[in-house]
């Protein structure tokens, strides 16, 4: 059964710094990673997809995956309080492929 | 692109009666979409995963007959709460997949209240 493990959080961050968002998975089959984020009250909208180790990055975010080590993680850069939501890691949806979300990790940009 | 509409955005009901919730992908076709049920600071919960004319796969401890799901064409999904509770008191939301494609887009979600 696959995991994907994230820190519930919060994680607290001031405007301006870097936020680091981590997640480790157990199903080393998993080929595509994704993640989310989640205002409150409102449904997940996919900010990041990555497929290949290493980094990816769009705008202020990048999304650095470690197959060996079962590791994904989002680094968002410059955080603005626009930012505070949960971000939620997730495994593939392709093929045969269930999605797995893990619980995610509450982030607060304090002005 | 990947557009998801959900349909209401929010339904208050009476206890005993059944509720409709429509997903459609406006701009591409959802070979795959998948419901997902969360309660207030909780995790998404799967629900089940449809596929286009096929019946729905649930997800271990969830009713088929309770929550009836049709995905009969590509670009529309139902959810029906039959005889809904208080219990069934959630946001659900749908998100919807594009065969060979991995990413799957989220619909805004519907927020029901049964009384």
């Known amino acids: 059964q696959k995991e994907v493990e994230q820190n519930s959080g919060p994680l607290s961050v001031p405007e301006g710094a870097i936020a680091s968002l981590n997640c480790t998975y157990s199903?080393?089959?998993?080929?595509?990673f994704f993640w989310y984020r989640q205002y409150s009250g409102k449904s997940p909208e996919l900010i990041m997809s990555?497929?290949?180790?290493g980094d990816k990055e769009d705008g202020r975010f990048t999304a650095q995956l470690n197959k060996a080590s079962q590791y994904v993680s989002l680094l968002i850069r410059d955080s603005q309080p626009s930012d505070s939501a949960t971000y939620l890691c997730a495994l593939g949806a392709g093929g045969s492929y269930i999605p797995t979300f893990g619980r995610g990790t509450s982030l607060i940009v304090h002005p | 692109g990947a557009v998801v509409s959900q349909h209401p955005s929010w339904v208050i009901c009476k206890s005993g009666t059944s509720v409709k919730i429509e997903c459609r992908s406006l701009d591409f076709q959802a070979t795959t979409m998948f419901w997902y049920r969360q309660f207030p600071k909780q995790s998404l919960m799967l629900m089940a995963t449809s596929n286009e004319g096929s019946k729905a796969t649930y997800e271990q401890g969830v009713e088929k007959d309770k929550f009836l799901i049709n995905h009969a064409s590509l670009t529309l999904s139902t959810l029906t709460v039959t005889s809904a509770h208080p219990e069934d008191s959630s946001f659900y939301i749908c998100?919807?997949?594009?065969?060979?494609?991995?990413?799957?887009?989220f619909g805004p979600g519907t927020r029901l209240t049964v009384l």
């Open positions: 998100s919807a997949r594009s065969d060979g494609y991995n990413e799957q887009f």
């Open positions: 990555i497929y290949s180790n």
């Open positions: 199903d080393r089959v998993s080929q595509s």
